[in-house]
Protein backbone atom coordinates (compact mmCIF):
# COMPACT_ATOMS: atom_id res chain seq x y z
CA UNK A 1 0.00 0.00 0.00
CA UNK A 2 1.29 3.32 -1.12
CA UNK A 3 2.41 6.37 1.45
CA UNK A 4 0.55 9.24 1.89
CA UNK A 5 2.53 12.11 0.85
CA UNK A 6 3.68 14.73 3.22
CA UNK A 7 1.07 16.85 3.40
CA UNK A 8 1.62 20.99 2.44
CA UNK A 9 -1.31 22.63 3.38
CA UNK A 10 -1.92 24.84 6.63
CA UNK A 11 1.25 27.07 5.18
CA UNK A 12 3.93 24.19 6.26
CA UNK A 13 6.62 23.81 3.91
CA UNK A 14 9.85 21.14 3.62
CA UNK A 15 12.70 22.13 5.78
CA UNK A 16 15.72 23.40 4.02
CA UNK A 17 18.90 21.87 5.80
CA UNK A 18 19.92 26.20 6.03
CA UNK A 19 16.56 27.23 6.94
CA UNK A 20 17.47 27.59 10.39
CA UNK A 21 20.98 29.02 9.64
CA UNK A 22 19.05 31.91 7.76
CA UNK A 23 16.72 32.18 10.13
CA UNK A 24 19.05 33.18 13.08
CA UNK A 25 20.72 35.58 10.88
CA UNK A 26 17.75 37.22 9.50
CA UNK A 27 17.00 37.64 13.70
CA UNK A 28 20.64 38.98 14.24
CA UNK A 29 20.26 41.56 11.42
CA UNK A 30 16.80 42.66 12.76
CA UNK A 31 17.98 43.02 16.72
CA UNK A 32 21.47 44.50 15.59
CA UNK A 33 21.38 47.28 12.97
CA UNK A 34 24.14 49.01 12.08
CA UNK A 35 23.40 53.11 12.68
CA UNK A 36 25.18 54.46 9.62
CA UNK A 37 24.50 57.89 10.92
CA UNK A 38 27.07 57.68 13.47
CA UNK A 39 29.06 56.20 10.89
CA UNK A 40 28.77 52.39 11.84
CA UNK A 41 30.55 50.37 8.79
CA UNK A 42 32.18 47.39 9.90
CA UNK A 43 35.18 46.35 8.53
CA UNK A 44 34.37 42.58 7.60
CA UNK A 45 37.34 41.11 5.35
CA UNK A 46 39.72 39.77 8.41
CA UNK A 47 42.71 39.98 5.27
CA UNK A 48 42.42 43.86 5.32
CA UNK A 49 41.71 44.17 9.04
CA UNK A 50 45.15 42.25 9.28
CA UNK A 51 46.85 44.35 7.20
CA UNK A 52 45.98 47.29 8.97
CA UNK A 53 47.61 45.49 12.43
CA UNK A 54 50.65 44.68 10.77
CA UNK A 55 50.97 48.01 9.61
CA UNK A 56 50.52 49.35 12.58
CA UNK A 57 54.08 48.21 13.83
CA UNK A 58 52.52 47.34 17.23
CA UNK A 59 55.12 46.31 19.77
CA UNK A 60 54.60 43.83 22.88
CA UNK A 61 54.91 47.14 25.13
CA UNK A 62 52.41 49.02 23.40
CA UNK A 63 49.22 50.70 24.33
CA UNK A 64 46.94 50.76 21.91
CA UNK A 65 44.04 53.43 21.34
CA UNK A 66 41.23 52.22 19.22
CA UNK A 67 38.52 54.70 18.13
CA UNK A 68 34.85 52.71 17.20
CA UNK A 69 35.96 49.16 18.05
CA UNK A 70 32.52 48.28 16.42
CA UNK A 71 32.25 44.79 17.03
CA UNK A 72 35.67 43.79 17.99
CA UNK A 73 37.15 42.73 14.07
CA UNK A 74 40.49 45.00 14.53
CA UNK A 75 40.38 44.58 18.33
CA UNK A 76 40.96 40.93 18.68
CA UNK A 77 43.72 40.83 16.10
CA UNK A 78 45.78 44.23 17.85
CA UNK A 79 45.24 42.47 21.11
CA UNK A 80 47.56 39.54 19.63
CA UNK A 81 50.16 42.02 19.53
CA UNK A 82 49.70 44.60 22.05
CA UNK A 83 49.92 44.70 26.03
CA UNK A 84 46.83 46.50 26.59
CA UNK A 85 43.79 47.73 23.83
CA UNK A 86 41.95 51.09 24.86
CA UNK A 87 38.82 51.16 23.22
CA UNK A 88 36.77 54.16 22.74
CA UNK A 89 32.72 53.62 21.54
CA UNK A 90 30.07 55.77 21.59
CA UNK A 91 27.11 53.00 21.20
CA UNK A 92 26.65 50.73 24.20
CA UNK A 93 25.24 48.08 22.35
CA UNK A 94 28.66 47.73 20.00
CA UNK A 95 30.66 48.19 23.56
CA UNK A 96 28.91 45.31 24.95
CA UNK A 97 29.97 43.34 21.92
CA UNK A 98 33.81 43.89 21.73
CA UNK A 99 33.58 43.38 25.69
CA UNK A 100 31.78 39.57 24.69
CA UNK A 101 34.66 38.66 21.83
CA UNK A 102 36.93 38.38 24.67
CA UNK A 103 34.49 37.23 28.13
CA UNK A 104 36.15 34.58 29.88
CA UNK A 105 39.76 34.59 27.35
CA UNK A 106 43.26 36.05 28.67
CA UNK A 107 42.60 39.00 26.94
CA UNK A 108 39.89 39.96 28.77
CA UNK A 109 42.38 41.73 31.26
CA UNK A 110 44.16 43.26 28.61
CA UNK A 111 41.21 45.70 26.99
CA UNK A 112 39.77 48.25 28.28
CA UNK A 113 36.59 49.64 26.46
CA UNK A 114 35.38 53.81 27.76
CA UNK A 115 31.98 54.61 26.57
CA UNK A 116 31.66 58.20 25.12
CA UNK A 117 32.55 60.59 22.28
CA UNK A 118 36.29 60.21 22.16
CA UNK A 119 36.41 64.12 20.91
CA UNK A 120 35.32 64.92 23.89
CA UNK A 121 36.68 62.36 25.82
CA UNK A 122 39.95 62.79 28.07
CA UNK A 123 42.35 59.61 26.92
CA UNK A 124 44.88 58.50 28.61
CA UNK A 125 48.54 57.34 28.05
CA UNK A 126 48.77 55.59 24.46
CA UNK A 127 51.79 54.47 22.29
CA UNK A 128 49.59 54.13 18.81
CA UNK A 129 46.22 54.56 17.67
CA UNK A 130 44.12 52.31 15.25
CA UNK A 131 41.32 53.25 13.87
CA UNK A 132 38.44 52.50 11.18
CA UNK A 133 37.16 56.18 11.49
CA UNK A 134 33.62 57.63 11.26
CA UNK A 135 33.98 59.56 8.67
CA UNK A 136 32.10 62.80 10.24
CA UNK A 137 35.03 62.94 13.03
CA UNK A 138 37.80 62.68 10.64
CA UNK A 139 38.83 66.31 11.22
CA UNK A 140 38.36 66.29 14.37
CA UNK A 141 40.36 63.41 15.49
CA UNK A 142 43.29 63.91 13.27
CA UNK A 143 43.67 67.56 14.99
CA UNK A 144 43.55 65.90 18.10
CA UNK A 145 45.80 63.59 17.77
CA UNK A 146 48.12 65.62 17.02
CA UNK A 147 47.29 68.11 19.45
CA UNK A 148 48.33 65.45 22.61
CA UNK A 149 51.51 65.57 24.43
CA UNK A 150 52.98 63.28 24.50
CA UNK A 151 51.94 62.61 21.21
CA UNK A 152 51.66 58.99 19.97
CA UNK A 153 53.90 57.16 18.34
CA UNK A 154 52.29 56.64 14.82
CA UNK A 155 48.65 56.76 13.91
CA UNK A 156 46.96 53.91 11.24
CA UNK A 157 43.41 56.06 10.06
CA UNK A 158 41.34 54.51 7.97
CA UNK A 159 39.07 57.68 6.28
CA UNK A 160 37.02 58.35 3.01
CA UNK A 161 39.32 57.98 0.17
CA UNK A 162 38.97 61.90 -0.48
CA UNK A 163 39.60 63.03 2.84
CA UNK A 164 42.89 60.92 2.72
CA UNK A 165 44.07 61.97 -0.55
CA UNK A 166 43.90 65.57 0.86
CA UNK A 167 46.07 64.83 4.07
CA UNK A 168 48.97 63.20 1.71
CA UNK A 169 48.49 66.14 -1.22
CA UNK A 170 51.60 68.56 -2.10
CA UNK A 171 51.57 71.60 -3.36
CA UNK A 172 50.13 71.64 -6.90
CA UNK A 173 47.98 68.69 -6.53
CA UNK A 174 43.47 69.67 -7.34
CA UNK A 175 42.75 68.34 -3.44
CA UNK A 176 45.70 70.29 -1.91
CA UNK A 177 44.07 72.35 0.52
CA UNK A 178 44.60 74.24 4.62
CA UNK A 179 43.77 70.96 5.53
CA UNK A 180 46.90 69.29 4.00
CA UNK A 181 49.17 72.25 5.27
CA UNK A 182 47.82 72.12 8.58
CA UNK A 183 48.11 68.35 8.73
CA UNK A 184 51.57 67.93 7.42
CA UNK A 185 52.96 70.83 9.48
CA UNK A 186 52.46 68.86 12.81
CA UNK A 187 53.08 65.07 11.47
CA UNK A 188 54.27 63.15 8.44
CA UNK A 189 51.59 61.60 6.61
CA UNK A 190 51.67 58.58 3.85
CA UNK A 191 49.07 56.58 2.31
CA UNK A 192 49.43 52.84 3.12
CA UNK A 193 46.34 51.48 0.98
CA UNK A 194 43.22 51.35 -0.52
CA UNK A 195 40.22 49.55 0.84
CA UNK A 196 36.83 48.85 -1.18
CA UNK A 197 33.87 49.84 0.02
CA UNK A 198 32.63 45.83 -0.29
CA UNK A 199 34.62 45.32 2.51
CA UNK A 200 32.54 47.03 5.23
CA UNK A 201 29.36 45.86 5.80
CA UNK A 202 26.99 47.87 5.59
CA UNK A 203 28.91 49.26 2.78
CA UNK A 204 29.24 52.90 2.71
CA UNK A 205 28.91 55.28 -0.47
CA UNK A 206 32.48 55.42 -0.89
CA UNK A 207 35.47 54.27 -0.85
CA UNK A 208 38.24 54.26 1.81
CA UNK A 209 41.90 54.22 2.18
CA UNK A 210 44.32 54.19 4.92
CA UNK A 211 46.95 56.48 5.95
CA UNK A 212 50.35 56.77 8.41
CA UNK A 213 50.76 59.57 10.56
CA UNK A 214 53.61 59.79 13.08
CA UNK A 215 53.31 63.49 14.38
CA UNK A 216 56.68 65.49 14.23
CA UNK A 217 58.98 65.42 17.41
CA UNK A 218 59.55 67.69 18.93
CA UNK A 219 56.42 69.68 17.77
CA UNK A 220 57.31 72.66 15.56
CA UNK A 221 57.77 75.76 17.75
CA UNK A 222 54.67 77.68 16.36
CA UNK A 223 51.14 79.02 17.71
CA UNK A 224 48.53 76.34 15.78
CA UNK A 225 45.98 79.39 15.91
CA UNK A 226 48.38 81.94 14.60
CA UNK A 227 49.30 78.81 12.14
CA UNK A 228 46.07 78.32 11.31
CA UNK A 229 44.66 81.52 11.18
CA UNK A 230 47.31 82.67 8.61
CA UNK A 231 46.13 79.47 6.13
CA UNK A 232 42.47 80.68 6.69
CA UNK A 233 43.26 83.95 4.63
CA UNK A 234 45.49 82.39 2.19
CA UNK A 235 43.50 79.69 1.34
CA UNK A 236 40.31 81.89 0.78
CA UNK A 237 40.87 81.38 -3.11
CA UNK A 238 43.51 78.82 -3.30
CA UNK A 239 43.93 78.95 -7.14
CA UNK A 240 44.23 83.60 -6.54
CA UNK A 241 47.09 85.43 -5.41
CA UNK A 242 47.87 85.45 -1.89
CA UNK A 243 47.04 89.60 -1.80
CA UNK A 244 43.63 88.57 -2.95
CA UNK A 245 42.65 87.18 0.77
CA UNK A 246 44.26 90.44 2.51
CA UNK A 247 42.15 92.82 0.49
CA UNK A 248 38.98 91.60 1.96
CA UNK A 249 37.23 93.92 4.24
CA UNK A 250 36.62 91.23 7.37
CA UNK A 251 40.10 90.01 7.02
CA UNK A 252 41.39 93.72 7.43
CA UNK A 253 39.21 94.67 10.20
CA UNK A 254 40.25 91.39 12.01
CA UNK A 255 44.20 92.20 11.74
CA UNK A 256 43.52 95.74 12.70
CA UNK A 257 41.90 94.30 15.83
CA UNK A 258 44.30 91.98 16.78
CA UNK A 259 47.36 94.55 15.76
CA UNK A 260 45.47 96.87 18.11
CA UNK A 261 45.56 94.58 21.02
CA UNK A 262 49.14 93.29 20.52
CA UNK A 263 50.03 97.07 20.80
CA UNK A 264 48.57 97.59 23.67
CA UNK A 265 49.72 94.41 25.55
CA UNK A 266 53.21 94.93 24.29
CA UNK A 267 52.53 98.57 25.82
CA UNK A 268 53.62 100.48 22.06
CA UNK A 269 51.44 103.27 21.18
CA UNK A 270 49.49 103.00 18.10
CA UNK A 271 51.01 104.27 15.10
CA UNK A 272 49.10 107.11 13.44
CA UNK A 273 50.03 106.37 9.65
CA UNK A 274 52.74 104.75 7.52
CA UNK A 275 56.22 105.81 7.80
CA UNK A 276 57.45 106.45 4.30
CA UNK A 277 59.53 103.35 4.19
CA UNK A 278 56.13 101.59 4.47
CA UNK A 279 54.83 103.43 1.37
CA UNK A 280 50.91 103.88 0.20
CA UNK A 281 48.40 101.20 -0.04
CA UNK A 282 49.05 97.97 -2.46
CA UNK A 283 49.87 100.73 -5.36
CA UNK A 284 51.34 97.86 -7.00
CA UNK A 285 47.86 95.77 -6.71
CA UNK A 286 46.24 97.95 -8.90
CA UNK A 287 46.19 95.00 -12.00
CA UNK A 288 44.14 92.64 -9.63
CA UNK A 289 40.77 92.71 -10.60
CA UNK A 290 37.39 90.25 -10.93
CA UNK A 291 35.43 88.77 -9.06
CA UNK A 292 35.58 85.45 -7.44
CA UNK A 293 33.95 82.33 -9.26
CA UNK A 294 31.27 81.06 -7.61
CA UNK A 295 32.46 78.69 -4.89
CA UNK A 296 32.64 78.67 -1.18
CA UNK A 297 33.98 81.41 0.13
CA UNK A 298 36.07 79.63 3.15
CA UNK A 299 37.47 76.15 2.02
CA UNK A 300 37.22 74.12 5.61
CA UNK A 301 39.80 72.65 7.07
CA UNK A 302 38.58 69.35 5.68
CA UNK A 303 36.28 68.50 2.80
CA UNK A 304 33.37 69.71 4.34
CA UNK A 305 32.89 73.93 5.48
CA UNK A 306 32.84 74.08 9.12
CA UNK A 307 34.71 77.25 9.29
CA UNK A 308 32.66 80.46 10.70
CA UNK A 309 34.56 83.38 9.74
CA UNK A 310 32.88 84.82 6.29
CA UNK A 311 33.20 87.25 3.65
CA UNK A 312 31.35 90.42 3.36
CA UNK A 313 28.68 89.68 0.42
CA UNK A 314 28.16 93.24 -0.42
CA UNK A 315 32.17 93.71 -0.97
CA UNK A 316 33.68 91.74 -4.29
CA UNK A 317 37.48 90.94 -4.11
CA UNK A 318 37.86 93.94 -6.93
CA UNK A 319 36.29 96.67 -4.33
CA UNK A 320 38.86 95.07 -2.03
CA UNK A 321 41.84 95.36 -3.33
CA UNK A 322 41.37 98.70 -5.81
CA UNK A 323 43.25 101.76 -5.39
CA UNK A 324 40.24 103.60 -7.36
CA UNK A 325 39.23 104.89 -3.86
CA UNK A 326 35.95 103.56 -3.76
CA UNK A 327 36.81 101.78 -0.61
CA UNK A 328 36.04 104.72 2.40
CA UNK A 329 39.02 105.61 4.10
CA UNK A 330 38.97 103.50 6.99
CA UNK A 331 41.37 106.03 8.89
CA UNK A 332 44.92 105.91 9.80
CA UNK A 333 45.86 103.01 11.28
CA UNK A 334 43.65 101.09 8.87
CA UNK A 335 46.27 102.78 6.48
CA UNK A 336 49.01 101.81 8.07
CA UNK A 337 47.83 98.05 8.37
CA UNK A 338 47.12 98.39 5.23
CA UNK A 339 50.67 99.38 3.95
CA UNK A 340 52.19 96.73 6.58
CA UNK A 341 50.49 93.82 4.76
CA UNK A 342 52.05 95.10 1.32
CA UNK A 343 54.98 95.89 2.96
CA UNK A 344 55.21 92.32 4.00
CA UNK A 345 54.13 90.46 0.81
CA UNK A 346 56.38 92.72 -1.24
CA UNK A 347 59.52 91.37 0.69
CA UNK A 348 58.62 87.77 0.82
CA UNK A 349 57.93 87.91 -2.47
CA UNK A 350 54.72 85.95 -2.25
CA UNK A 351 52.12 88.49 -3.20
CA UNK A 352 51.65 87.46 -6.82
CA UNK A 353 52.17 83.66 -5.13
CA UNK A 354 49.19 81.18 -5.02
CA UNK A 355 47.99 79.33 -1.87
CA UNK A 356 47.88 76.43 -4.02
CA UNK A 357 50.96 76.15 -5.23
CA UNK A 358 53.19 77.05 -1.94
CA UNK A 359 55.04 74.58 0.32
CA UNK A 360 55.10 74.50 4.43
CA UNK A 361 58.20 76.74 4.10
CA UNK A 362 56.84 79.41 2.41
CA UNK A 363 53.82 80.20 5.03
CA UNK A 364 56.48 80.09 7.55
CA UNK A 365 58.29 82.99 6.13
CA UNK A 366 55.25 84.77 5.67
CA UNK A 367 53.87 83.98 9.27
CA UNK A 368 57.24 85.22 11.37
CA UNK A 369 57.23 88.27 8.44
CA UNK A 370 53.57 89.26 10.11
CA UNK A 371 54.72 88.84 13.35
CA UNK A 372 57.52 90.80 13.30
CA UNK A 373 55.52 93.80 11.79
CA UNK A 374 53.25 93.15 14.99
CA UNK A 375 50.49 91.18 13.09
CA UNK A 376 49.04 88.60 14.27
CA UNK A 377 45.98 85.88 13.34
CA UNK A 378 44.78 84.93 17.00
Not at 139 to 150: I, M, T
Not at 229 to 255: P, Q, Y
Request: proline share 5%; hydrophobic share 40%; with cysteine.
Amino acid sequence: MAKAKASRGNGRLDQSPYAGAVAKRQAANTIFKMNTDMGQHILKNPGVAQAIVDKADIKQSDIVLEVGPGTGNLTVKILEKAKKVIAVEMDTRMAAEVTKRVQGKPEQHRLTVLLGDVIKTELPYFDVCVSNTPYQISSPLVFKLLALSPAPRTCILMFQREFAMRLVARPGDSLYCRLSVNAQMWAKITHIMKVGKNNFKPPPAVESSVVRIEPKKPKPQISYDEWDGLLRIVFVRKNRMIRAGFGVRSVLDMVEKNYRTWCAQNNIEVEKGPTPMEGVYLEKQKDFTGVPEEEDAWEGISNHDDDTMQLEDDESIEEAASPSGKRKDRGQVGNLIRAKIDKVLEETELADKRAGKCDEGDFLKLLWAFNREGIHFS
